[in-house]
C-alpha cells in the first residue's frame, strides 16, 4: 500500500498538469473498485476546472471550482498515469480516463481494483468520514514532541502500533515506521508510555526526517508502485532497516545483525542492539 512519500509524489507530478486545468470529458469505465464509484461521477465532473490538489494523510484532494472535491486513494496497485495527448488506445485497467482542455489525458490505472473515488460536497470537507479521525500531519507542526508525547501518556501498546495508528498521526505505514524508529534508536515492541520524554523528541524528528528524505527521492517502488511519469521511485536503497533481517546493522556493523519480528500481522525490522 502506497504510503505518505508515495502518495506526495503522485501528488507533486499531477499538480503541473490538472492544477488548473478543465475537464472536457471524463470517461468511466466500469462503476466501481474497491467501492462504487459516486453517482454521475463522468457529467458532474466534464466542463469543470481543477482549482488545486492536496494531500490529506494517504488520500489525494482534487479540489473543483465551486467548492467540492474528489478523493483519491491509490489502493494497492493504483497508478494515475500522464499522457502528453490523448491516446490511440487505452489500458484494461485505465478505469477513469480525464481529458483536460489543453490536450494532457491522466489515466486512473488499477490493476487490483483496491482503489477509490469519492465525492466531497463543498464544505463537507472535515466531516467526510474518511477524513474525520485523522490524526496531525507528520510533516506539519501540528505534530510536535509536545503533541505526541501527551498521545502516548498512558498508552499500553507498542510505540510501532501507535506511530501506525491514523488517529494519532496521519499517513506513516510500515516501512516508514521501521525505519523513523530504528533512526530513533526505539524498540518497535516497547509500550508507548514507557518512552522517555528525548526519545519521543527524537522519535518526531526521525519521522519527520525520513518522510521528508522519501518524498525527494521520489517515493519507494514497491510492487506497484510508480510517479505518475513513469519513473519509480528509489527510497528502498536507502532503507537502513526494512526488508534487511539477517544483513549487517548500519550502526553496529558486524557485531549486531537486523532482527525481523511479526506485530499484528505486519513485519517490523530492527537492530536490537542499538535499539533497545
Not at 8 to 29: D, K, N
Not at 44 to 69: M, V
Amino acid at each position: 500500500m502506497p504510503e505518505l512519500p508515495e502518495v506526495e509524489t503522485v501528488r507533486r507530478g499531477l499538480e503541473p498538469v490538472l492544477s488548473g486545468a478543465r475537464l472536457v470529458e471524463v470517461l468511466v469505465r466500469r462503476p466501481d473498485l474497491r467501492r462504487p464509484f459516486p453517482p454521475r461521477l463522468a457529467e458532474r465532473l466534464t466542463g469543470r476546472q481543477i482549482t488545486g490538489l492536496r494531500r490529506r494523510a494517504k488520500y489525494i484532494l482534487i479540489d473543483l471550482e465551486g467548492g467540492d472535491a474528489l478523493l483519491l486513494h491509490l489502493g494497492m496497485s493504483g497508478r494515475m498515469v500522464i499522457s502528453p495527448a490523448r491516446p490511440n488506445t487505452l489500458e484494461a485497467h485505465d478505469h477513469v480516463v480525464f481529458y483536460t482542455e489543453a490536450g494532457p489525458v491522466v489515466r486512473f490505472n488499477d490493476a487490483r481494483r483496491f482503489g477509490s473515488l469519492d465525492w466531497i460536497e463543498a464544505g463537507a470537507e472535515a466531516g467526510h468520514p474518511l477524513l474525520r479521525d485523522i490524526g496531525p500531519e507528520p510533516l506539519e507542526a501540528g505534530f510536535s514532541a509536545e503533541s505526541f508525547a501527551k498521545a502516548l501518556e498512558g498508552r499500553l501498546a507498542p510505540i510501532k502500533a501507535v506511530l501506525l495508528d491514523q488517529h494519532q498521526v496521519a499517513g506513516i505505514g510500515n516501512i516508514y515506521a521501521c525505519e523513523a524508529l530504528y533512526k530513533a534508536r526505539v524498540h518497535p515492541t516497547r509500550p508507548a508510555k514507557d518512552l522517555t520524554r528525548a526519545e519521543v523528541s527524537s522519535l518526531v524528528e526521525a519521522v519527520k526526517e525520513v518522510l521528508a528524505v522519501a518524498i525527494t527521492a521520489g517515493g519507494s517502488t514497491l510492487r506497484d508502485h510508480q510517479q505518475p511519469n513513469g519513473e519509480l521511485g528509489y527510497f528502498q536503497h536507502r532503507f537502513q532497516v526494512y526488508g534487511r533481517a539477517g544483513e549487517a546493522c548500519a550502526r553496529c556493523g558486524d557485531a549486531a545483525r537486523i532482527e525481523r519480528l511479526v506485530q499484528s500481522g505486519r513485519s517490523s525490522f530492527f537492530c536490537a542492539t542499538c535499539q533497545p
